[in-house]
Structure formats: structure tokens, C-alpha cells
């Protein structure tokens, strides 16, 4: 990342942070809040180069990692929103995505983010969910997520294209 990308990153990640834990809890569906932080990684994915996407998944996916009140074990979001990066920046093969796009790989990164989760709990006994309800789990998350993609995307893909013009879409 330049000089200039990475206070803005981690601006965007610590408000989305913030919000996350402190306000949305307010109003989560079933227990489960939109994930502000993946939002953040995806809008960066699609404007920013592929490894300074991952290298943002990583810290963002770290910091939901260790911010109360976390529950699980470490890691978990750190390897899910690395893999979000990679799969989102994916998408961005130097030609501007669509609308449509955009929302498109927010449900599928918030499927496969949240699955990732959900999963690696599974593998490490860290949650006792079963897995229709972890499956209900996907789903709101998905739901939440793609509700909130015309509100936060469309801004921090803004902000971040103005850093780099020849990535900005």
C-alpha cells in the first residue's frame, strides 16, 4: 500500500470496527450483525491492487479477530477475510465493475467469508452450532450484508479509487 492508502485503510477499518461492535448490536437480526469490516475489504479488493487487498483483509479480518466481546478463537476472521480479498480482487480485472457486479461479490464474499468462519469453527470445536444453524447463520449474514452494500461500498470505493487514480473505478 502507498503512504497515502494505508491511514485511510485502517481509518476505514476502525470506524467499520467500531460500528460493528457498538452500534449494530443495537439492531442485529436474530444475533447476527452486518459485517462491516468485510465490507471494507471488498470495496478495497475492487480498487485497490490484489495484495494490498489481502494485506487489508488480514488486518481487518485480525482486528474483528481480538475486539471484544470476541468469543472465538483467533484467527478465524483473519483467514476468512484474507480469502474474501483474494476472491473479490478477483473480480476486478482492470475494467470497471457494474452495479450489479459489485452486489453480486458482496454476496458471494459474504457467503464464502462467513462460511470460512463457520466452518473453521467447526473443524476446531469452537462454537457448539449445528449446522442448520449455522446455515441460518450464512444466510442472514448474506442478507445483511448485501442490505448495507449501496450505503458503504459506493463511498469507500470512492475513497479509495481518489488515492490511486489508475485503480479508481
Not at 478463537?73 to 457486479?101: E, H, K, S, Y
Not at 470512492?158 to 490511486?164: M, P, Q, S, T, V
Amino acid at each position: 500500500m502507498t503512504r497515502g492508502r494505508v491511514p485511510v485503510a485502517f481509518v476505514a477499518v476502525v470506524v467499520a470496527l467500531l460500528l460493528q461492535v457498538s452500534l449494530f448490536p443495537h439492531v442485529a437480526w436474530h444475533g447476527i450483525v452486518p459485517n462491516l469490516c468485510l465490507l471494507v475489504v471488498v470495496a478495497g479488493a475492487l480498487t485497490l491492487p490484489a495484495p494490498s487487498a489481502m494485506v487489508l483483509g488480514f488486518v481487518a479480518g485480525v482486528a474483528l479477530d481480538l475486539a471484544p466481546p470476541a468469543d472465538h478463537l483467533a484467527g478465524r476472521w483473519a483467514l476468512a477475510l484474507t480469502l474474501v480479498a483474494f476472491l473479490a480482487a478477483r473480480v476486478r480485472q482492470d475494467v470497471r465493475p457494474t452495479a450489479i457486479a459489485v452486489v453480486a461479490t458482496v454476496a458471494a464474499a459474504s457467503f464464502v467469508g462467513t462460511s470460512v468462519f463457520a466452518l473453521t469453527g467447526l473443524l476446531l470445536d469452537d462454537p457448539a452450532m449445528s449446522v442448520p444453524e449455522l446455515l441460518a447463520v450464512i444466510g442472514v449474514a448474506v442478507v445483511w450484508d448485501v442490505l448495507l452494500t449501496p450505503f458503504v461500498l459506493p463511498p469507500l470505493m470512492k475513497l479509495f479509487g481518489r488515492l490511486d487514480p489508475r485503480l479508481a473505478t
